[in-house]
Nanobody, 125 residues
């Protein structure tokens, strides 16, 4: 099993941008997909987007067109580029790695085996 470390969170005004990074270490060869999830206070953790080893990406409807996930295999890093941020995007953001992920349910949290510690994103109006 490997480890994941998120970075890049912070505070921004509505309409602004942030870039989050997820650095993977350890047994990265077994990872099929890395996904980003978020959890706001009092709400359930929800999938934001995911990228798999074949390069396919998937996004939640709420962020489609605003967020972009990319991967740098040489650096074992996945990046979440967030644009046109809204106050509703305020949450703790987590990246997670899954070894066996069904594509049709790629944003299902139960598919992911280990998680990072999270990074806070706050968007003010």
């Amino acid at each position: 099993q490997g480890q994941l470390v998120e970075s890049g969170g912070g505070s921004v005004q509505a309409g602004g941008s942030l870039r989050l990074s997820c650095a993977a270490s350890g047994d990265t060869s077994s990872i099929a997909c890395i996904a980003w999830f978020r959890q706001a206070p009092g709400k359930q953790r929800e999938g934001v987007g995911a990228i798999c080893t074949n390069g396919r990406t998937a996004y939640a409807d709420s962020v489609q067109g605003r967020f972009t996930i990319s991967q740098d295999n040489a650096k074992n890093t996945v990046t979440l580029e967030m644009n046109s941020l809204k106050p509703d995007d305020t949450a703790m953001y987590y990246c997670a790695a899954g070894r066996y992920v069904q594509w049709l349910r790629v944003l299902f949290r139960g598919h992911y085996d280990y998680w990072g510690q999270g990074t806070q994103v706050t968007v003010s109006s």
